[in-house]
């Protein structure tokens, strides 16, 4: 089992950064797939971004990529989402979450959540 707990939100102005983290536990956790998704008020939760077991593989929902950044650290038990140029469209609840499959890009194929940090972007 995994337990998630994500930290680093706040309020930005559009065009600023934020560095979001992720820490796990369980000794197993180096072998999931790890992904970040939002939720909006209102609309459903949304893939953003995913890496692999390893970290050697990471992907992006179209609307994020080159933006956004996602990393492991398998040694410390965290994942990291670097989020530049933040827009107010990126205004959303983050979740952390793992999964066993290859390449997760839908909420039903993660396992074990996180309970989210509020990222506001004002214009």
């Known amino acids: 089992q995994v337990q998630l707990v994500e930290s680093g939100g706040g309020l930005v102005q559009a065009g600023g950064s934020l560095r979001l983290s992720c820490a796990a536990s369980g000794r197993t956790f180096s072998s999931y797939t790890m992904g970040w998704f939002r939720q909006a008020p209102e609309k459903e939760r949304e893939f953003v971004a995913g890496?692999?077991?390893?970290?050697?593989?990471?992907y992006y929902a179209g609307s994020v990529k080159v933006r956004f950044t996602i990393s492991r650290d398998n040694a410390k038990n965290m994942v990291y989402l670097q989020m530049n140029s933040l827009k107010p469209e990126d205004t959303a609840i983050y979740y952390c979450g793992a999964s066993t499959s290859d390449e997760s890009r839908l909420p039903n194929q993660y396992d074990y959540w996180g309970q989210g940090t509020q990222v506001t972007v004002s214009s």
């Open positions: 890496i692999n077991w390893s970290g050697s593989y990471t």
